[in-house]
């Protein structure tokens, strides 16, 4: 089974950066789409950011030009970069990766890593 590893996450200041990291257990270039989706308390949960295999992005409105996706061949990465933070950005961050194999699709979900935005 594919394990999806999250690393990063904590306690930052408004206006201040903070970088995410998730690292599937198998090779990247085996998913169609890696991201993130968020949690806050008593609101569902949302895309903050998705990337393709062909490096396509997507971005929710409230987080486009201040969060950036990016895949890292080396480290066998995905990684969210958070910049400009807001008390808004806090919740619960989930790494999320699908594979498409034999005409069926399989979803795998991180145990997600707290983000807390606060003076």
């Known amino acids: 089974q594919v394990q999806l590893v999250e690393s990063g996450g904590g306690l930052v200041q408004p206006g201040g950066s903070l970088s995410l990291s998730c690292a599937p257990s198998?090779?990247?270039?085996?998913?169609?789409?890696v991201g993130w989706y968020r949690q806050a308390p008593g609101k569902e949960r949302e895309l903050v950011a998705s990337?393709?295999?062909?490096?396509?992005?997507v971005y929710t409105d409230s987080v486009r030009g201040r969060f950036t996706i990016s895949r890292d061949n080396a480290k066998n990465t995905v990684d969210l970069q958070m910049s400009g933070l807001r008390p808004e950005d806090t919740a619960v961050y989930y790494c999320?990766?699908?594979?498409?194999?034999?005409?069926?699709?399989?979803?795998?979900w991180g145990q997600g890593t707290q983000v807390t935005v606060s003076s």
């Open positions: 198998a090779s990247m270039f085996s998913f169609n789409t």
């Open positions: 999320h990766a699908d594979q498409g194999i034999a005409g069926n699709e399989y979803v795998y």
């Open positions: 990337i393709e295999a062909d490096f396509n992005t």
